[in-house]
RNA sequence: GGGGCGAUGGUGGAAUUGGUAGACACGCUAGGUUUAGGUCCUAGUCUCGCGAGAGGUGAAGGUUCAAGUCCUUUUCGCCCUACCA
C-alpha cells in the first residue's frame, strides 16, 4: 500500500498555512456578491462539545462551499461571555470572572482551529470586553432617551439563604438550586424595554422570513399571542371598600356578555389591594392562596361588591380569584360559566348562575342543558336579548358596536409578549449605565463616559469587599456634583447576543458601535445555524433589537437573519453500572452485544440521551480529533443523519467515517499512477453528481451530499478496475472530487490537492460547473401493467409511444400478462413510466 | 387543554415531490488477500417462495391508470406551550 495519510501532520500543516496566507480574511467589496454565515456563539464554558463541533461544521460546510461559489464569505466567532457560569467559579474555585473567561476563550479558541473552520478570526470579539458593552450601554442611553427603556417594580426569586437573587433556571420545584432553601418572591424596582411596541411588527414580519423552519416562526407567533376581543367598562355598585365607580375588564368572548354571572380579579389587581387593607377575611384569603396551586385548585373571594350588567338590570357579584393572572390583559374578566371551561368550575363549586346563550348548531347537549362541560363551539345566540338569533361572531361585532355607541366598550387587540425585562442582580454582566441622585433623580451617564466599567476585583479574592464596592458605586453626579450612587443591576446576558452579529462588521471600531454602510453590505446574515433552544427568546430579542436599532437610525434593515436553520442535538448512548452510577463510555468494552466496564462488570445500556455531563455520556471532541482528525469528526457529523434530526455518537460510526477519509486518499494516490487511454467515460454520471452534491449542500441535506460523494468515489474505482477511463479524463474526475469533498473534509482535499500538483489553495478553487438538468439521455424505462411493476426497457428520453410500447410487449413478463387481455388504456410519460390497463 | 413534528429493512436513513420503494452507509453472512489482529477485496442481505411469482412503507378506508407521497378516520411516539379570559 502507498503511504497513508497521516491527519497529524496534515490538518496542523494546514490549518498553519491559511492562517499564513490570511485566505479567510473579508473585507467588504462593493462589487462582489456577500453572504453571511453565523453560527450562534458559544459560552466560554472551558471546553467545546459536540454540539459546538456539529453546529460550526454546518456553518463551515456552508461558508466554504458559498466562498468556491465565488460569494464575498463573511464567516466571524466570538464569544457570548458574560454569564452565571462565571460567577459559580469564582465561588467554587475562587477564581476572578474575568481570568476565568479568558483563559476558557483561550482554550476553546485553539480547540475551533484545531477543526479547521474557516474563520476570519481578526473579527473575534468577546462580549465582556468593555471595547464591546461600551456600544450596548449607549443604545440603552439611547432606548432610555427614546422611552424604549423604563423602570418598574417586578417581582424576582429570592434566595433567602444565599441571599441572592436567583435566575428562573437556578429554581428547582421551588427552591433555590445550591442552597436547597425555598425560593420567596421579592419586589425590586427594575428595567424594562419596550418589546411590546413592536408586538405587530414582529408577529407581521414574521411571514417574511420564508426560509425560516416553520416550526420556529410557529413558537414566535404563539409566544407573541395575538388575540383579537374588546374591553368592558362594568359600573360598580355603591360599596364600602372602593371608591372607584368603574371596572374594566379584557375579554376574546363579547358574544357572551348576557352569559356573564361573576366578575373575577387577580389578587394583584389594584382593587384587591385596596380591598384587603379594609377587609380582613379578604387578607386572610390572600395569605392563603399563596400555598394553593392554582392549576389544581380554583378558589375565590366573594367581596360582597356587586356589579352592574351593562346590558341588563342585574347586579352580579364580584370574586377575587386565584386563576385570574394579572399579567395578562388587564387582571379582571367576567365569568360566563356556560362557555368557559374554567368559568364553569368556578361557578358550580360557589353556586353561581349558569346560563347558556350560545347554541351550536350540531349540538350534542341540545336543550339538556350544562353540567360539567362547558360549551365552546360556535352557533346561534339565546338569551342574550339585541343577540338573539345572530351567530355568535356576527355577536361578537354587534356587542362591541353597542359598547362604543354607549362608551362603556371598545375593540381591543391584544399580545400575550411582555416588555423584555434586563436588570440582573449579578456581578457578571454588562453595568446598567445610570446614576442615581440623592435628590431621587434618575441620571443617565453622559456618553463620553462610556463605558461603565465593573468593579475591578483583586486576583485573589474574587468575592468584592463591601470597600471595594462602595467605592466604585458611591459617585457624583457630572452636572450638578451632587452625590449619586451607581446601579448596581448589569444586563441580562440576552443584550448581548441581541447585536453581536452587527458588532461583527466593525469589531474593533472605538468611536461607534459599527459603520453604516458596512452594517448595509454584510447584513443581513443569509445563513442563521444553531439550537432550537434559541427559537423564542434569544431570536425575538435580536429580532426586536434590530428593529429598535433601526428606529434609532443606528441600521436599516428590518430583520436581522434573512436564513435560519436549527440543528439537532448530539446524542450518544447511556450506561448504568450495578449501583445505578452513570459510567462514562470511553470505560465499556462492548463483547457480543453486552458492555463492561473497566473491572469486567457488565453494565446496563440506558436510552439514548442528549450528551450532558450529569449523564456522563459525553465524547470530547479534542480525543476524538487526536485519535481520528478533524476531518473524521467533521464527515461523521455530516454523514447519515439530516442535520435538523439528532445524531447518535457512535464509535462505529466514526471508525467508518475514518475509513472512508483514507479511501478518499488511496483511491487518489490509485488515480495519480493510472494510465489507460481507453475512454467509455460517455455517460455523465460524474456530472450528475456533481450536480446532486451542490444541490443537496443548497438544501441543507448534506447527509445526501455524503451518499454522492460515496458514489462518486466508488464510481472512480469501478472505472479504473475495469481500465475503461482514459488517464486524461481520469484527471478531470479526480480533480472535481477533491473540489467537492472540500467543504466536508477541508484538509484533506488540501492535501489531494497538492498531491495532485494544483497551484494555490484548493480551498480557493472554483466550484465546478455542471450542466444543469444534463442528465443522461438513456433510461431504464418502468413498464407497468395495472399500475404493477413488469419490467425495464432501456429508452430515450424522449421516444415516440409506438416504439415504446413495442419495446415492452417483447419483455417476456409481460407477455404472459396480456395473453387473452384487452388493452383499455396506456398512460405514457416520456421518460418516466409506460402503463398499460388491461381488463 | 392548545400547538407542532414524526412513524419506511436488524440500524441511521434515501425515494428527482403522485411514476422502478429501500439510494448511500452501518451491521450481519459467506468467500478471498495480507496479517498476530484491525485494514483491504468479492458476493449476498425487505418478507414468503426451489422457482415463476406474490406481498410489503404504524392501522383501516378512499381518490387515481398509478399512493410512502393526496384525502378521511384511527393508533402510537416525540417536542414545544400552558389557567392567555
Redo the contacts with the bound molecule.
Keep these: 500500500m502507498s503511504d497513508r495519510y497521516n491527519h497529524k501532520v496534515a490538518e496542523p500543516k494546514w490549518q498553519k498555512k491559511w492562517r499564513d496566507a490570511n485566505i479567510f480574511k473579508v473585507e467588504k467589496k462593493d462589487n462582489k456578491k456577500k453572504y453571511y454565515v453565523l453560527e450562534m456563539f458559544p459560552y466560554p464554558s472551558g471546553k467545546i462539545h459536540m454540539g459546538h463541533v456539529r453546529n460550526y461544521t454546518l456553518g463551515d460546510v456552508v461558508a466554504r462551499y458559498k466562498k468556491m461559489m465565488g460569494f464575498n464569505v463573511f464567516h466571524p466567532m466570538g464569544w457570548d461571555a458574560f454569564g452565571l457560569p462565571a460567577e459559580n467559579a469564582a465561588m467554587t474555585e475562587k477564581k476572578n470572572p474575568a481570568d476565568w473567561t479568558y483563559t476558557n476563550i483561550s482554550y476553546m479558541r485553539n480547540q475551533l482551529k484545531s477543526m479547521g473552520f474557516s474563520i476570519d478570526w481578526d473579527r473575534e470579539l468577546a462580549t465582556c470586553h468593555p471595547g464591546y458593552y461600551k456600544h450596548e450601554q449607549l443604545f440603552f442611553l439611547e432606548m432610555y432617551k427614546n422611552g424604549l427603556a423604563y423602570k418598574k417594580m417586578s417581582e424576582v426569586n429570592w434566595d433567602p439563604v444565599d441571599k441572592t437573587v436567583l435566575a428562573n433556571e437556578q429554581v428547582i420545584d421551588g427552591r433555590g438550586w445550591r442552597s436547597g432553601a425555598l425560593v420567596e418572591k421579592k419586589n425590586l424596582s427594575q428595567w424594562f424595554l419596550k418589546t411590546s411596541n413592536y408586538s405587530e411588527e414582529l408577529l407581521d414580519d414574521l411571514s417574511s422570513l420564508d426560509m425560516w423552519p416553520?416550526?420556529v416562526k410557529?413558537?414566535q407567533s404563539?409566544?407573541i399571542?395575538k388575540?383579537e376581543?374588546a374591553e368592558i367598562v362594568f359600573s360598580l355598585v355603591k360599596n364600602d371598600f372602593l371608591d372607584d365607580k368603574h371596572l374594566t375588564v379584557?375579554?376574546?368572548?363579547p358574544d357572551t356578555i348576557f352569559g356573564a354571572t361573576f366578575i373575577a380579579i387577580?389578587a394583584n389587581h389594584d382593587f384587591a389591594k385596596k380591598i384587603l387593607k379594609k377587609d380582613n377575611n379578604a387578607k386572610k384569603f390572600n395569605k392563603e392562596i399563596k400555598v394553593i396551586?392554582?392549576?389544581k385548585t380554583?378558589v375565590g373571594y366573594n367581596t360582597n361588591i356587586f356589579i352592574k350588567h351593562p346590558f341588563l338590570d342585574k347586579k352580579i357579584p364580584l370574586f377575587i380569584a386565584?386563576?385570574?393572572?394579572?399579567?395578562?390583559?388587564l387582571?379582571?374578566?367576567?365569568g360566563?360559566p356556560a362557555h368557559?371551561q374554567?368559568d364553569l368550575d368556578f361557578a358550580l363549586k360557589y353556586n353561581l348562575e349558569v346560563i347558556q346563550v350560545v347554541e351550536p348548531i350540531k349540538s350534542k347537549q341540545h336543550s339538556n342543558g350544562i353540567k360539567n362541560t362547558a360549551i365552546l363551539e360556535s352557533g346561534l345566540m339565546i338569551n342574550s336579548g339585541f343577540l338573539d338569533g345572530m351567530d355568535n361572531e356576527k355577536a361578537k361585532k354587534e356587542v362591541v358596536k353597542r359598547l362604543e355607541k354607549e362608551g362603556i366598550g371598545n375593540k381591543k387587540i391584544?399580545y400575550?409578549l411582555r416588555d423584555w425585562g434586563i436588570s440582573r442582580q449579578r456581578y457578571w454582566g454588562c453595568p446598567i449605565p445610570i446614576l442615581y441622585r440623592e435628590d431621587g433623580s434618575v441620571i443617565p451617564v453622559e456618553e463620553k463616559e462610556l463605558p461603565v466599567l465593573l468593579p475591578v476585583l483583586s486576583q485573589n479574592n474574587p468575592s468584592p469587599t463591601k470597600e471595594e464596592v462602595d467605592e466604585w458605586k458611591n459617585t457624583s453626579c457630572p452636572i450638578t456634583g451632587m452625590k449619586a450612587i451607581r446601579e448596581t443591576d448589569t444586563f441580562d446576558t440576552f443584550f448581548e447576543s441581541s447585536w453581536y452579529f452587527l458588532r461583527y462588521c466593525n469589531p474593533r471600531l472605538n468611536n461607534k458601535p459599527f459603520l453604516k454602510e458596512d452594517v448595509n453590505y454584510w447584513l443581513p446574515v443569509d445563513q442563521y445555524i444553531g439550537g432550537?433552544e434559541h427559537?423564542?427568546l434569544h431570536l425575538l430579542y435580536s429580532r426586536f433589537f434590530t428593529k429598535a436599532l433601526r428606529d434609532l437610525k443606528f441600521v436599516d434593515i428590518n430583520e436581522p437573519f434573512r436564513g435560519l436553520f436549527t440543528q439537532g442535538m448530539v446524542t450518544h448512548k447511556t450506561f448504568k453500572d450495578k449501583m445505578g452510577n452513570w459510567v462514562e463510555p470511553n470505560k465499556i468494552v462492548e463483547s457480543k452485544g453486552n458492555y463492561f466496564d473497566n473491572n469486567n462488570e457488565q453494565v446496563l445500556v440506558g436510552k439514548i440521551e442528549k450528551m450532558s455531563k450529569s449523564k456522563k455520556n459525553v465524547v470530547n471532541p479534542s480525543s476524538i480529533i487526536e485519535n481520528y482528525g478533524a476531518d473524521t469528526a467533521r464527515w461523521f457529523m455530516l454523514?447519515?443523519?439530516?442535520p435538523e434530526?439528532?445524531?447518535?455518537w457512535?464509535d462505529?460510526?466514526v471508525?467508518?467515517s475514518y475509513?472512508?477519509i483514507?479511501?478518499i486518499w488511496e483511491t487518489c494516490i490509485r488515480a495519480k499512477n493510472y494510465k489507460a487511454s481507453d475512454d467509455l467515460l460517455k455517460t455523465n454520471k460524474f456530472n450528475a453528481l456533481i450536480q446532486s452534491v451542490s444541490e443537496n449542500i443548497e438544501k441543507f441535506?448534506f447527509?445526501?451530499s455524503?451518499?454522492n460523494i460515496?458514489?462518486y468515489v466508488?464510481e472512480i474505482?469501478k472505472f479504473m478496475?475495469k481500465k475503461t477511463i482514459s488517464g486524461d479524463s481520469l484527471k478531470g474526475v479526480v480533480k472535481n472530487l477533491c473540489i467537492i469533498i472540500h467543504p466536508f473534509t477541508p484538509h484533506l482535499s488540501e492535501e489531494i490537492w497538492e498531491l495532485l500538483g494544483h497551484k494555490g489553495f484548493c480551498a480557493n478553487a472554483n466550484w465546478p460547473e455542471f450542466k444543469k438538468n444534463d442528465v443522461v439521455n438513456k433510461?431504464?424505462l418502468?413498464i407497468?401493467v395495472?399500475?404493477?411493476?413488469k419490467g425495464?426497457i432501456s429508452s430515450k428520453k424522449n421516444e415516440k409511444e409506438e416504439v415504446v410500447l413495442e419495446k415492452a410487449k417483447k419483455l417476456?413478463?409481460l407477455n404472459?400478462?396480456l395473453k387473452d387481455k384487452i388493452i383499455v388504456?396506456i398512460?405514457y410519460?416520456p421518460g418516466?413510466?409506460l402503463?398499460i390497463?388491461i381488463k
Excluded at 379584557?250 to 368572548?253: E, H, K, L, M, S
Excluded at 434530526?645 to 447518535?648: A, M, V, W, Y
Excluded at 395495472?786 to 411493476?789: M, S
Aim: aromatic share 8%; charged share 25%; glycine share 8%.
Design positions: 416553520n416550526k410557529v413558537m404563539n409566544w399571542g388575540s376581543g379584557y375579554t376574546t368572548r387577580s396551586d392554582s392549576e380554583k386565584n386563576f385570574v393572572l394579572m399579567d395578562y390583559g387582571g379582571a374578566i367576567f360566563c368557559d374554567r391584544n400575550k432550537i427559537a423564542i454523514s447519515d443523519s439530516p434530526r439528532d445524531l447518535e457512535t462505529v460510526g471508525a467508518s475509513k472512508f483514507n479511501k441535506h447527509n445526501k455524503v451518499a460515496y458514489e466508488n474505482n478496475d433510461v431504464n418502468p407497468q395495472n399500475g404493477k411493476l425495464l417476456p413478463s404472459r400478462v388504456k398512460i410519460i418516466k413510466i402503463n390497463v
